[in-house]
């Protein structure tokens, strides 16, 4: 076949694709439909992350003079290690996808406990990083404490209500993982919902790459 | 009818009465529902705005009967300022939000979508269900905040901060206020939940042969307006949860330091009330559209059907919604020119304004063209098409005056504004909310409206409009505020108050105009003489099916699309149109299929 005819029939295929009577994409509307919710989800995200920036920028010093927001939480013990075995998660759970495409139930149910127990372990660090905040002074209104006038009051806030609607994210994508789990422990987990629940979950992980970037690090 | 027969037959099961009308999954009930609780919340909103020009036109007057009915509100029958102000701001809300949205939307989109695109139902019916029982929790919730303490919110529309953010800032800043917030959030999810069903059924479920090319412009304007929606709804939704924290958590996302409430400075700093008002409009402004851009598909298809001519520039059509929806996204600013803006970035936003008039211009000509030396067949669908036309342009043009900052300064906040969106916006989106019941009604209940009423309706309609909001202009002219409770009390706007009297009397007449629609309405629901399958003659897919559709809409097979939506007039042929689904069956001259480019043969 000479190239332009390829071309041609390439061009002839893809016009088909979106001819109506199948589906463009080549996938079901599920894993459409969660594509479109991650994006929506996405610029809630956005948002929250703006309305962080917009505070710390106009706030000129942050958290406070001479401090830095990392002094507050224990980056290389708790926080970067948490966002490690997050990213793991992420790895088992392409692995349970991977498993479910090929039909092997076992590893599916394997690694998707494996991806659940990544996530539990996230939400208790999140939890013990919360709680030693919360002892330093930190309040969702502001420091209290010897700390109190020293500190931006807007530094615990966003901390609290973005790792806080991250979090959510998180626990609802445990009750998610866990209900796929029991289903394909069942045998009734499709491949495709498998994948489908995997990208939420890569999601929520690439989501908190940028909360513990914005929020921890810099 | 043996093919609808075999459809309820394949649906397998009789459903019973919860399941078929009230929990039901299918789009059409759906849409049913969204429609008639919409037109109910018409009805409220547009009493709230006769209060509102009941204190304008007579402020300071005493109507002791209505003192009777609201004895918190209007005390000795005399309005109050914290009830004004409660009425501007729910008038706003509930017809941007829980009319006009979930109307055009809510209700054309799930009634029409998948009967345009040869689809049985939406892609995820169950969801579908759930954004329409995510509406009525979020109404209860809005109107129960008229009863709480401090009354419904009085913020306006836009819930500026720190009005809206401090419990103590004003009577409505209450309780009323945190329910606005909730009732608010619950809609947006109805919003997400219906423009997840409407990207994936309009790109995945369209019947064999319907290329995205030969979509009906309705489809178009849906489609695009969902994607507007999912976009634009989430920053919204952001700005709520951080709004709520402000009010119940304690913190000062939009709270400044160093305000003060009654001369007692609040318990609060660190946070920018500018964040909300970009949050706000980076939604706001999208939601405009998201108002209009369906209206503007509707009336592409009642013109091309009432001329009986393809519409003009297809192509066009379609890249002009999608540039609009686009650059809709770049433009919030200039909601904000007198907030403290630096002046480079007023001048950019000047620009992405001015440039969307392009798009929109484009749309006006190729609807002019459309009609350009047509055999117009004046139903009071078309009278609403051509009537929407009219305000567009109305409202468009003043729309090029305020989008330059060195003017908009002098008339932000006037009634000027209140002129501009309610033509532009408002009235050419509820003009094409009637044209499309009317058009559609046949469809949806299998009964014809009366044309006759109709037709009174639009002119009182059409009317009516203008001699309330016309007037507005030259109000806002002169300096008039545009939520101002005693434009009296100033010497500069006491001048105005016999125009005031002449707005009102019009706006009453107006309200009073569309019972004539609502008794068309239901009577013809029940009395209305039969409707036959395609009584106008229109080539869309959605008339191939029975008036109403069976449940699951098509027979055994779906139907498959031969060409695009506009063949009317096709020469050298007995009948002035093809539908899209009939057979390819050109006697003699040359195929028009697939054509998107609108020109045609004479």
């Given at each position: 076949m000479s190239e332009a005819l390829q071309v041609r029939e390439q061009h002839r295929t893809t016009a088909s694709a979106w001819?109506?009577?199948?589906s463009p994409f080549a996938v079901p509307w599920a894993k459409l439909m969660m594509w479109l919710f991650l994006l929506s989800d996405a610029f809630t995200f956005a948002a929250l992350l703006t309305g962080y920036a917009a505070m710390r920028i106009t706030a000129g010093v942050w958290p406070g003079a001479?401090?830095?927001?990392?002094?507050?939480?224990?980056?290389?013990?708790v926080v970067g290690p948490m966002t490690f075995i997050l990213i793991c998660s992420s790895a088992t759970m392409a692995v349970a996808v991977g498993a479910a495409r090929r039909g092997d139930h076992r590893t599916t149910v394997r690694f998707l406990a494996l991806t659940v127990l990544g996530g539990l372990a996230f939400l208790g660090m999140q939890a013990y990083e919360w709680t030693g905040f919360i002892r330093e002074g930190a309040r969702l209104t502001g420091f209290v404490g010897e700390l109190g006038g020293k500190i931006q009051p807007m530094f615990p806030a966003t901390f609290f209500v973005i790792t806080g609607f991250h979090g959510g994210h998180v626990t609802s994508g445990v009750i998610y993982l866990l209900v796929k789990t029991i289903q394909a422990s069942r045998g009734r987990a499709s491949a495709e919902s498998v994948e489908i629940t995997g990208l939420y979950w890569h999601f929520v992980d690439l989501v908190w790459v940028f909360i513990f970037t914005l929020l921890y690090l810099i | 009818m043996a093919h609808v027969a075999h459809a309820e037959a394949q649906a397998g099961h009789e459903l019973s009465f919860w399941r078929k009308y009230?929990?039901?999954?299918?789009h059409k009930v759906i849409g049913i529902q969204y429609a008639l609780t919409s037109m109910f919340m018409a009805v409220l909103g547009g009493l709230l705005a006769m209060f509102i020009r009941l204190q304008l036109g007579w402020?300071?007057?005493?109507w002791p009967l209505l003192g009777r009915l609201f004895p918190s509100g209007m005390p000795d029958g005399q309005m109050n300022q914290a009830f004004y102000l409660a009425s501007v701001t729910m008038h706003g809300t509930i017809m941007i939000f829980f009319v006009l949205t979930t109307l055009l939307t809510g209700g054309f989109g799930n009634f029409l979508i998948p009967l345009m695109i040869g689809a049985?139902?939406?892609?995820f019916p169950f969801l579908n269900m759930l954004s329409y029982w995510l509406y009525p929790p979020a109404i209860i919730i809005l109107l129960a905040s008229f009863f709480?303490?401090?009354?419904?919110?009085?913020?306006?529309?836009?819930?500026?901060?720190?009005l809206s953010a401090?419990?103590?800032?004003?009577?409505?800043?209450?309780l009323g206020q945190t329910l606005w917030l909730i009732s608010l959030a619950l809609l947006i999810l109805a919003f997400l939940f219906g423009s997840l069903n409407y990207i994936t059924t309009i790109l995945q479920l369209r019947?064999?042969?319907?290329?995205m090319m030969r979509l009906p412009l309705t489809i178009w304007g849906l489609f695009v307006t969902a994607i507007l929606s999912l976009l634009a709804f989430p920053v919204l939704l952001a700005a709520a949860i951080m709004l709520l924290f402000d009010r119940?958590?304690?913190?000062?996302?939009f709270v400044p330091a160093g305000l003060l409430i009654g001369s007692v400075p609040v318990d609060?700093?660190?946070?920018?009330?500018l964040l909300w008002q970009h949050l706000f409009w980076f939604l706001g402004h999208p939601e405009v559209y998201v108002l209009i851009l369906p209206p503007m598909g509707m009336i592409s298809d009642i013109l091309a059907n009432n001329a009986r001519?393809?519409?003009?520039?297809y192509r066009f059509m379609v890249g002009s919604i999608v540039a609009i929806a686009f650059l809709s996204f770049l433009v919030w600013g200039h909601h904000m020119?007198?907030?403290?803006?630096?002046p480079v970035l007023g001048t950019a936003f000047m620009t992405t304004t001015l440039v969307i008039a392009v798009p929109s211009a484009i749309k006006t000509f190729n609807w002019l063209a459309t009609l350009w030396r047509a055999k117009i067949r004046f139903t009071s669908a078309m009278l609403f098409a051509l009537g929407f036309l009219s305000l567009f342009v109305t409202g468009g043009l003043t729309g090029i005056v305020l989008a330059q900052p060195p003017v908009d300064i002098y008339f932000q906040d006037t009634f000027f504004v209140v002129a501009h969106f309610h033509f532009v916006m408002a009235s050419a989106a509820i003009f094409a909310s009637f044209a499309g019941t009317y058009y559609w009604f046949p469809k949806m209940f299998g009964r014809m409206m009366n044309e006759r009423l109709g037709k009174w309706h639009f002119w009182l309609t059409f009317v009516g409009i203008y001699a309330t909001f016309f007037p507005m202009h030259y109000a806002g002219f002169m300096?008039?505020?545009?939520?101002?409770?005693?434009?009296?009390?100033?010497a500069h706007l006491q001048g105005l108050q016999p125009l005031n009297v002449f707005v009102s009397i019009a706006a009453f007449v107006l309200f009073a105009a569309q019972f004539i629609f609502l008794y068309n309405f239901f009577r013809s629901l029940f009395r209305g003489p039969q409707a036959e399958r395609n009584p106008w003659r229109a080539?869309?897919?959605?008339?191939?099916?029975?008036?109403?559709?069976?449940?699951?809409?098509?027979?055994?097979t779906l139907p498959t699309v031969q060409r695009w939506a506009y063949d009317y007039s096709?020469?050298?042929?007995?009948?002035d149109f093809q539908p899209q689904?009939?057979?390819?069956?050109?006697?003699?001259?040359r195929s028009r299929e697939g054509?998107?480019?609108g020109g045609h043969a004479r």
């Open positions: 001819g109506g009577g199948e001479g401090m830095k927001a990392a002094d507050f939480f224990h980056v290389t013990t | 009230i929990f039901s999954q299918d402020p300071g007057q005493s049985r139902d939406m892609a709480v303490s401090g009354g419904a919110a009085g913020g306006g529309w836009t819930a500026y901060p720190p401090l419990p103590g800032a004003a009577p409505g800043s209450g019947a064999r042969g319907l290329s119940i958590g304690g913190t000062s996302f609060h700093r660190g946070g920018n009330p001519k393809p519409i003009f520039g020119y007198t907030s403290g803006m630096a300096g008039m505020m545009r939520r101002i409770y005693s434009p009296q009390i100033y080539t869309t897919l959605e008339w191939e099916a029975p008036s109403p559709p069976p449940h699951l809409n098509w027979g055994e096709p020469p050298d042929m007995a009948e689904a009939a057979p390819a069956a050109v006697p003699t001259g054509r998107g480019d």
